[in-house]
């Protein structure tokens, strides 16, 4: 895209009243990128200068939209209040001007970027103003920018060399997250300069380090200041800490001090991983890979950062063989939401893994972001949503201790039966005669709509998700080939589309199921085959682990099996949806005896080995919405398929009567019961534990307390017969038309 950036005209700039500073910023070498690279990077470049300078400039000022303007081409000026020297602050713009310039810059050339600065001093002296007056203090700055940068003019250059001799440099701690295990892997450490000074900033503090050949002596201040205030950590977690190539390669940088300093703290070399940025540029090769070696085999690990911004990408970690690669913010914003990036990331993690890396994923910022890296098998993160840089080092937030991708609630043995109908959204349906110029300006003018529903007389037939019709339309000649064209040219004809009635968890796994660029795209509900609503992937996760959290709090902690509430609502969301279903009511017999003359640890080891066969069982014979739920002490109940309930009471009879004897003494195995005391408190013999099982059916519209009274005299009946019993109810279901008969 071609942005016009016309010069300002200078008689409109504003004329301060009393002392301020001219900054004039430059592009150098602007006329050899504009020829090498085009009109529109270099019009792109001049636009984002402007824009980030815009932002610097000093509040105080009225009108920023008058006080930052473009001279000539490569060129921006503005004016700003003289705080301080002029030098200093013009050398502070150049400084946040190039770092922000920086991805262009990368992304468009694979170089770095180097700005002229120039300043010039507007007194108030009360001369008129106007274009011919602002020219002069224009010139001057303008010769200025055509000089090399002469630090020792600079006042900064005094601060900084203080800061340096009095140590004055804190350092903040940054978490990374294991994605696998929900642990801290480690804590990057983040240099800081002094509150109320630009040297907060690290950017300034690091810059104006390399400007001055202090680097090496910042970088020993800082790893010693992240050392020393680090704290206790466990034996296998990490400090990273950020290194320039220079230093390592630096003949003088030798880790004798910081080893001393490592050991008073506790730390070996296995805890450190020294963080290199990408971006820097090495000369001597062979020298930084010998050290790179030599450290090393001392155990210490090494990370490149900003993976997919730098100048070398592949071939710097293919030369380096990093424990561990920090990808780029650049390569993560949007992720969720933009399949490229997600294809692209995940490619990144399947090469990780071939070469034994790890990745961790930096500047995540939301839920959605984290769920996604997490889904498709990112390592490790790193970002505000995970917790910000503070001292001492912060823990993890609470929202991201409980972060959970699909994969880990759908995989889950506890199922939900909510209705996916009841998150759909209103749905914005066209015709496939819809013209795809009408479909992004749709995008542009309505924010909470994600996509498009194509719909031939309201029975869907296709989708168009936004971020997909972006991708198409910003290819090389996807503006030429689709935006006068009609909808129906680029939208997914085959899109997944559900019935309204479908369980949520059953959505998520057939959403999960999709090819990578379409695994996060919106479903489409239907009510018998007619267009009903769409729901995102990310209402689904939501509503999937808002249901979960519920259901937890009715966990029984022996089982870790659902209890009441959890049997109520599926009962009661089976019968609204009209299915046919059974329930084997389980209860242990003798239960009582054993728990008294075995003792309780014992008692609880039968509970949990009756829930484990009952678990087995459902997994093999049960259909894959069968619910298992503890109601309490030695009862179970099962909700499963009619068809299902013979092959799984058959096996639960056989493997509890076969494995519950290991639960006893060989003399009371051998004789097949035990002396002991029962509920009427008088000694007598009593059978080994057994597992008795009643079965009834429901088929239509019925209440709760129907079948619990239907469901206790199974149970009863079954108990009365010895051992291990099934007892199926062989009268008509309840909700049938007989029953019902019957009941009038």
């Known amino acids: 895209m071609h942005m016009e950036v016309s010069p300002r005209r200078r008689d409109d700039v504003r004329i301060p009243t009393c002392d301020y500073t001219l900054i004039l910023i430059s592009i150098k070498d602007f006329h050899i990128l504009r020829e090498m690279y085009g009109q529109g990077f270099s019009e792109q470049l001049v636009h984002e200068l402007r824009e980030i300078l815009r932002q610097s400039v000093s509040s105080d000022i009225d009108s920023k939209e008058k006080d930052v303007f473009v001279t000539s081409p490569g ?15 013009a050398y502070e713009f150049k400084i946040k001007a190039q770092n922000g310039l920086k991805q262009t810059m990368y992304r468009q050339t694979g170089l770095g970027i180097d700005l002229g600065m120039g300043y010039a001093t507007i007194p108030s002296d009360g001369r008129p103003s106007g274009g011919d007056y602002l020219d002069s203090f224009m010139d001057e700055a303008r010769r200025m920018t055509r000089m090399p940068l002469d630090m020792k003019r600079l006042s900064i250059a005094e601060r900084f060399n203080a800061i340096l001799n009095q140590n004055r440099v804190s350092t903040h701690y940054q978490p990374i997250l294991d994605f696998r295990s929900g642990k801290i892997l480690g804590w990057e450490a983040l240099a800081r300069g002094p509150r109320e000074s630009s040297f907060r900033s690290p950017i300034i503090l690091f810059d104006t380090a390399e400007q001055l050949g202090r680097l090496f002596a910042l970088e020993k201040i800082c790893r010693e200041s992240a050392i020393r205030n680090l704290g206790p950590i466990q034996d296998d977690q990490k400090l990273f800490l950020n290194i320039n190539p220079k230093t390592m390669a630096d003949p003088e940088f030798t880790p004798g001090n910081t080893l001393q300093l490592m050991e008073s703290a506790g730390l070996t070399p296995d805890n450190i991983v020294f963080e290199i940025t990408e971006r820097h540029s090495v000369q001597e090769f062979d020298l930084f890979y010998r050290t790179l ?46 399949p490229v990036k997600r294809a692209l990331v995940e490619t990144t993690t399947t090469f990780a893994d071939k070469i034994g890396s790890q990745i961790i994923a930096e500047g995540i910022e939301s839920k959605a972001q984290a769920i996604c890296l997490k889904e498709i098998g990112v390592h490790c993160g790193q970002g505000f949503f995970l917790a910000r840089p503070a001292r001492p080092k912060p823990d993890l937030t609470k929202e991201c201790r409980e972060l959970q991708s699909v994969t880990d609630i759908t995989s889950r043995s506890v199922t939900c039966s909510l209705p996916i109908g009841d998150l759909a959204q209103p749905p914005h349906a066209v015709t496939k005669d819809f013209m ?51 909808v129906e040219t680029v939208m997914d004809a085959a899109p997944l589309i559900v019935e309204v009635d479908t369980p949520v968890e059953q959505a998520a796994r057939k959403a999960m199921k999709r090819e990578p660029l379409k695994a996060y795209d919106d479903i489409i509900i239907t009510r018998k085959g007619y267009l009903y609503g769409v729901v995102s992937v990310q209402s689904l996760l939501n509503a999937m682990a808002k249901i979960q959290v519920e259901m937890a709090k009715g966990t029984n902690p022996l089982t870790g099996l659902p209890g009441n509430v959890a049997i109520e609502r ?59 739920c503890h109601i309490g002490g030695d009862d179970f109940v099962l909700i499963t398929s009619p068809e299902s309930t013979a092959r799984i009471t058959k096996a639960v009879i056989r493997c509890f009567g076969r494995l519950v004897r290991n639960c006893y003494c060989p003399e009371d195995r051998e004789s097949g019961w035990i002396m002991a005391r029962g509920r009427d408190g008088k000694e007598g013999y009593y059978p080994l534990v057994s597992i008795s099982l009643g079965v009834i059916s429901i088929c239509g519209q019925c209440s709760l307390m129907e079948i619990g009274e239907r469901a206790a005299h199974i149970k009863k009946y079954a108990k009365s017969k010895p051992g291990n019993a099934v007892a199926v109810d062989r009268r008509p279901p309840l909700g049938s038309e007989e029953t019902e008969a019957a009941a009038c």
């Open 436 to 486: 795809v110029s009408d479909a992004q300006e749709f995008f542009k003018n309505n924010s909470r709509f994600s996509c498009i529903v194509v719909a031939d007389n309201e029975i869907p037939c296709g989708l168009v998700m936004e971020y997909h019709l972006n991708r198409q339309l910003s290819s090389q000649y996807g503006i030429a080939l689709f935006y006068k064209r009609p």
């Open 570 to 628: 599926e009962v009661e969301s089976r019968i609204q949806q009209k299915r046919i279903f059974s329930i084997i009511y389980a209860d242990l017999d003798n239960f009582k005896v054993y728990n008294d003359t075995y003792g309780f640890k014992n008692g609880d080891g039968i509970i949990k080995l009756a829930a484990d066969i009952l678990s087995w069982a459902t997994r093999k014979y049960g259909p894959q919405d069968a619910r298992l």
């Open 293 to 338: 070696d030599h450290y090393r085999s001392q155990g210490f690990k090494i990370a490149v950062d900003d993976a997919g911004a730098g100048y070398s990408g592949l071939t710097t970690i293919a030369e380096l063989r990093p424990e561990y690669i920090k990808l780029d913010q650049s390569l993560i914003t949007g992720i969720h939401k933009d």
């Open 75 to 89: 060129e921006v000026a503005f004016i700003t209040p003289q705080t301080t020297s002029p030098a200093d602050l």
